[in-house]
């Protein structure tokens, strides 16, 4: 479907089980098109941007460059694929390229560290296998190869039609990237902004110190641009950035404001202070034993994310008793 002029959306398929397709978007051009993200590596999902391409009377062997908003198999999986089929060069940002094996090929390292994490922070030893592995299965729809190009902030991507800027959007994955067409004035967001739901943003062993706190930053860098169009990676189109922005930031204030609450009643876990927590309150609110094991281990994770924020601001303290991470209210 053609969203704006020269840019097609294609929406691909998820793996049985996950709700959210995948937009991928073309950039046409007379010298080759620009793909920005790929979608799983599936049958369907390739299948699906074959047949999205045809309608839009475009063929798959004239894509050239293959760029990657982030590592997640969502996003990056079917790149590897597509590159072998049309000898595209893949380009990724460099904390993300160098995410790419301790994440999807040599993981046993990354397993034991997501273990320690959790057990740290109060999750209890019956839950951590299944919360360890919650996500071992996107494995199988990831083919994973190193990139051509390793993208900096400030770096340009381009063909004869469009010209993508790329600025380095960190918190949602630390290498995320956003795309700015200046001249026609639209965004391409990734996981960075969505419309119809907040992205994840956790602390994890690969998130750096303080994710949140980049997320936050890099989410109110964006509000300045000139942006008529924003073409995210999950759900619709959208005007309006800068609202969007500032639900967003209004959310985490709000998530901040039910931590400290939590926190009256003494010393905590961020497994403890999960419980506590509404999740899922877009779709209606879901409690945290009601999450599936991949949502609960990000509710831990994204808590996380959120205290150490918080201990970032000097509202709460972080000390560790008793082997756990334990979180306590400074105000
Ligand atoms: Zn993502
Ligand atoms: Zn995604």
Same mark, same amino acid.
């Given at each position: 479907m053609q969203v704006l002029n020269g840019v097609h959306q294609i929406k691909t398929p998820a793996p049985a089980g996950v709700s959210w397709p995948t937009n991928v978007y073309v950039m046409e051009g007379g010298n080759g098109h620009i793909l920005v993200d790929s979608g799983w590596d599936s049958q369907e999902a390739l299948w699906t941007l074959q047949e999205g391409m045809k309608a839009s009377n475009l063929k798959l062997r004239d894509i050239k460059k293959i760029v990657i908003t982030h590592i997640h198999p969502d996003h990056y999986g079917l790149s590897t694929k597509i590159k072998q089929i049309c000898g595209a060069e893949v380009a990724i940002h460099r904390a993300d390229a160098g995410l790419i094996s301790p994440r999807y090929k040599d993981f046993s390292g990354l397993l034991k560290k997501i273990e320690d994490l959790l057990r740290q922070n109060g999750v209890p030893s019956d839950e951590l296998p299944e919360l360890r592995e919650? *996500?071992?299965?996107?494995?199988?729809?990831v083919t994973t190869d190193l990139p051509e190009v390793k993208l900096e902030d400030g770096d340009t991507i381009s063909n004869d039609s469009f010209e993508l800027e790329v600025l380095w959007t960190p !918190?949602? *994955?630390? !290498?995320h990237i956003c795309l700015y067409e200046r001249k026609r004035k639209f965004l391409l967001s990734g996981d960075h902004v969505l419309y119809d739901t907040t992205p994840h943003v956790s602390f994890n062993p690969h998130s750096g110190d303080n994710p949140l706190a980049d997320y936050v930053s890099s989410l109110k860098e964006l509000a300045r641009l000139k942006v008529t169009f924003t073409l995210p990676g999950h759900g619709p189109v959208f005007n309006a950035l800068g609202l969007r922005v500032d639900e967003i930031l209004a959310h985490h204030e709000e998530r901040k404001r039910v931590i400290m609450r939590a926190l009256d009643s003494g010393l905590q876990t961020a497994y403890g202070i999960a419980q506590k927590i509404p999740w899922r309150e877009s779709s209606g609110g879901a409690a945290f034993q009601d999450l599936a094991v991949w949502d609960r281990r990000l509710a831990v994770t994204e808590t996380i994310a959120h205290l150490k924020l918080l201990t970032q601001e000097d509202r709460v303290a972080n000390v560790d008793m008793e082997g756990a991470s334990l979180y306590m209210a400074k105000d």
């Open positions: 919650a *996500s071992l299965w996107m494995n199988e729809y !918190g949602h *994955s630390p !290498g």
